[in-house]
């Protein structure tokens, strides 16, 4: 099983039981009282295919138009973590926020690209041949075009999955 770290386990929320029960690394106390929002990128190897698993659970000011300078070189950081992680080969990365994909903010017309955070910190130059994400209860698959990598969005759970 490789499962990565969501909004509902961000340090608001069920992070304990993310860290104790799902989290790759040696277990910790759950009754410890540190919450590390952002947690380092890991490599998982499945026969062949690499997968590097990023923790996108705390992204902020993802909604907004311009990304935070901050925030966008908290997220450079991990991408360079990333970069020096791939080996030659098929090389997918999971992360809960997709990178790239298209949503409605709001009851407006307006659309949005997301994530534009992670798109200014260096995602489209990640050596990887396919982007994982979810967050956003529904399927989409944006093409590899520009050199960006292939992008499959499957959000399909939750309350907003249910939506007619």
Not at 44 to 65: F, I
Not at 80 to 90: F, H, K, Q, W
Not at 147 to 159: D, N, Q
């Amino acid at each position: 099983i490789l499962a990565v770290r969501g909004n509902h386990e961000d340090c608001d929320r069920a992070w304990r039981g993310w860290f104790w029960f799902l989290d790759p690394r040696p277990p910790q106390d759950p009754t410890w009282g540190d919450c590390d929002e952002r947690t380092k990128p890991y490599s998982v190897d499945l026969g062949g295919l690499q997968v590097l698993a990023l923790d996108t659970a705390k992204v902020k000011g993802w909604k907004e138009p311009i990304p935070k300078p901050k925030e966008v070189e908290k997220y450079r950081e991990r991408f360079d973590l990333l970069r020096a992680m791939a080996t030659p080969g098929p090389t997918w990365l999971a992360t809960h926020r997709p990178i790239w994909g298209v949503t409605a903010h709001g009851d407006g017309p307006d659309v949005a690209v997301v994530e534009r955070t992670l798109q200014q910190a260096g995602a489209a130059d990640l050596p990887v041949d396919v982007v994982l994400g979810g967050h956003l209860h529904l399927l989409q698959v944006v093409p590899s075009v520009g050199g960006r990598p292939l992008s499959i969005v499957s959000g399909g759970a939750g309350p907003g999955s249910a939506r007619p």
